[in-house]
Every structure is written in C-alpha cells, then in structure tokens.
C-alpha cells in the first residue's frame, strides 16, 4: 500500500487544521494506521493511532482533548483533525499503516510497514 500525507501548512497559534493520509491499493480497510510527526532534532513519535475498523484510538497525551483520528474506508483515508494548534505542534507528520485486523494499536515505528512522505505543518505564536 502507498500512502499520501497531505493537508499540512502554516498557521497560527490556536487555529485548526486537518491532515489527510490517502492511501492506494486494496484491503485498507484490514490497516491499522498512527500519525506520527516530527520536530527538528526530535525523534519521531507517535501522536494518535486507528484500528481497521475506526472503533479503537488512541492517543498521546500531548495532543489528547485537542487531536481526532478518524477514517473513511470508503475513501481509503484516514485524517488527523488537530485543533487548538501551538506552537510546539510545528513539526513534519507523517501517517503510517500496518495490517493488522485487531483492536491492537501498535505504537512504535518498527510496528508500522508503510509510511507517507509528510506533510509540513507550521504554527506561528
């Protein structure tokens, strides 16, 4: 499967942005998918995660209250809707899947088999 990040940009602090991950080829609906971001000279975490289904997420504390994963099997895309936004959140995101037809969430990266390329998100205070 390929996925595509998008959606990403600048804004300013407090206001809301929604990051889309479309991916090609069949069966996405068997992938479980996290948004992962960026920082410079920060390593690459995790900041919320879907199962195949929708029906299980999780999230990071840093973005809980403030960051919605949701998906559309229909439309083979999963979103990260993140409001709110900081200055801290300025960071590349990028959306990663793994097959995995459970409620498991994995959460680090050697978990996941397919990353997008990112999409740049900017914050100004």
């Known amino acids: 499967v390929q996925l595509q990040a998008s959606g990403g940009g600048l804004v300013q602090a407090g206001d809301s942005l929604t990051l889309s991950c479309l991916a090609s080829?069949?069966?996405?609906?068997?992938?479980?998918v996290g948004w992962f971001r960026q920082a410079p000279g920060k390593e690459r975490e995790l900041l919320a995660s879907?199962?195949?289904?929708?029906?299980?997420?999780y999230y990071e504390d840093s973005v809980k209250g403030r960051f919605t994963i949701y998906r559309d099997n229909a439309k083979n895309t999963v979103y990260l809707q993140m409001n709110r936004l900081q200055y801290e959140d300025t960071a590349v995101y990028y959306c990663?899947?793994?097959?995995?037809?459970?409620?498991?969430?994995?959460?680090?990266?050697?978990?996941?088999?397919?990353w997008g390329q990112g999409t740049l998100v900017t914050v100004s205070s």
């Open positions: 990663a899947a793994v097959m995995r037809y459970s409620s498991y969430l994995p959460k680090a990266k050697f978990e996941y088999d397919y």
């Open positions: 080829g069949s069966s996405f609906s068997s992938y479980a």
């Open positions: 879907i199962s195949w289904s929708g029906e299980h997420t």
